[in-house]
C-alpha cells in the first residue's frame, strides 16, 4: 500500500484488519482482498490524504465523513468515536457516510472488546445479493457484527455477512477451481447453482436461509436492517446505487454504522451472565459426540490456536501466488514464500 502512496498510518490500519482477518481464519477478507485496496488507492478513487471529519455530533451520537479515505481509516476513526462517548454517557452510536470496504466487521465489533463494552459494527457494500424471488442484485452482503464481554477475556463475537457467504468465498472456491455448496448463490436467472463462474458472472448470492422455503426471506430482511443503519441513516450510497464490485469508476461512499454500549449503565453482573450464557451452549452434549457446541467467535479462537502452534497464518498457495502477481506488478520486494505447500 506504501508503495503506490498510502500514508504509513492509514497503510498499518488496513494491514491490521486484513492480517487479523487471516487470522481469525476469515481468509476471504484477507490478503484475497489486498488488490482492491491497492487498485482504489492506483485509480485516484480512494483518497490517500487527510482524515475523516466529524459533521454532526451530540452526547450519544455522530455524523462522520469518512473523506473517501480507506474503510479501515473510517472505521478506527468512528469507532474510537463511539468507544469515547460510550465512556461518558453509556452509549455511542455513529454512522459514517463516504466510506470504503473496511474488512471485516469484528475487527470494529472487538474494539469494545478492550474497554469491556459490548460492540457493534455494520456496512453496506456493492449490490452482490439477490433478494427474496428476484433475479437482480439490490443488497450488499451488509455484514452484522457483535462483540459482548465475558469474564477473563473471553467474549461472544458474531461477525457474519446476511448473505449465505461473503462474495469472497465464492472467489476462494473459484480460483481453486472448486463447486460451491448449493444455497450459497444463484444465476442470472435466480436460480441456485453450484458453479462459482455463474454467480461471479451475471448471477449473485443468496441471502442467509437461501431459498423461500428455507428462510431465505430472513436474511433478507437482515441485510435491510443493514441498509437502514447505514446508506440510510448517513446518507451515503444505498442499494443498486452504490457502484458495481471491483468497479473503480466513481467512488463508493459507503455507510457505515458503529455503537459501542457500556453494560455498567444497565443491570449489575453483565459479564458473569455472559459467561454463563457462553457456558450453557458450550457444555451442551453436541448431537455429534466428535463435533462439539460452539458459541460465535469460537471457531475463529481455534483458527488462531491453530496459527499460534503453526508459527504463522497458512495459506494456500493458490492465494500466495496470486498476491505475488498483485506484488510484482507493482514492483513490490521482497515477495511471500512460496518454496513449498500450505495448505489452509
Not at 452482490?128 to 452482503?141: D, S
Request: with cysteine; proline share 6%; charged share 20%.
Amino acid at each position: 500500500m506504501t508503495t503506490v502512496g498510502t500514508k504509513p498510518h492509514h497503510a498499518r490500519s488496513l494491514a491490521e484488519v486484513l492480517v487479523e482477518g487471516d487470522h481469525r481464519g476469515h481468509y476471504s477478507h484477507g490478503l484475497n482482498r489486498m488488490d482492491m485496496y491497492v487498485k482504489d488507492i492506483q485509480t485516484g478513487i480512494c483518497e490517500k490524504y487527510g482524515e475523516p471529519e466529524v459533521e454532526k455530533e451530540s452526547a450519544a451520537t455522530a455524523l462522520v465523513n469518512g473523506k473517501n479515505l480507506l474503510g479501515p481509516v473510517v472505521g478506527n476513526f468512528c469507532m474510537d468515536l463511539a468507544v469515547k462517548k460510550a465512556r461518558e454517557v453509556g452509549i455511542g452510536w455513529v454512522v459514517a457516510h463516504g466510506s470504503n470496504h473496511y474488512g471485516i466487521a469484528g475487527h470494529y465489533a472487538m474494539q469494545a472488546l478492550k474497554e469491556n463494552m459490548i460492540g457493534m459494527s455494520f456496512t453496506n457494500t456493492s449490490p452482490l445479493v439477490v433478494p427474496t424471488r428476484g433475479k437482480e442484485c439490490t443488497l450488499g452482503t451488509n455484514p452484522i457484527s457483535v462483540a459482548a464481554p465475558a469474564k477473563h477475556g473471553d467474549s461472544f463475537v458474531l461477525d457474519m455477512a446476511t448473505s449465505a457467504v461473503a462474495i469472497g468465498k465464492v472467489e476462494l472456491y473459484d480460483r481453486r477451481g472448486d463447486p460451491i455448496p448449493e444455497g450459497w448463490g444463484c444465476d442470472a436467472q435466480g436460480h441456485l447453482t453450484t458453479d462459482p463462474k455463474r454467480v461471479l458472472s451475471g448471477g449473485g448470492l443468496v441471502p442467509i436461509g437461501g431459498s423461500e422455503a428455507t428462510g431465505g426471506y430472513k436474511g433478507y430482511g437482515l441485510g435491510m436492517m443493514v441498509e437502514v443503519f447505514c446508506g440510510i441513516l448517513a446518507g451515503a450510497q444505498y442499494s443498486k446505487n452504490i457502484r458495481t464490485w471491483k468497479e473503480t469508476d466513481r467512488v463508493a461512499d459507503l455507510g457505515q454504522c458503529f455503537v459501542a454500549i457500556n453494560p455498567e449503565n444497565f443491570a449489575p453482573g453483565f459479564s458473569d451472565r455472559m459467561s454463563d450464557l457462553l457456558s450453557i451452549h458450550r457444555g451442551l452434549d453436541p448431537a455429534n459426540p466428535d463435533i462439539p457446541v460452539l458459541a460465535a467467535g469460537d471457531p475463529e479462537r481455534m483458527h488462531m490456536k491453530k496459527c499460534e502452534e503453526m508459527g504463522g497464518i497458512p495459506y494456500h498457495m493458490n492465494v500466495v501466488n496470486y498476491m505475488n502477481q498483485c506484488a510484482q506488478r507493482i514492483g513490490v520486494s521482497p515477495l511471500l514464500p512460496c518454496d513449498r505447500l500450505i495448505s489452509n
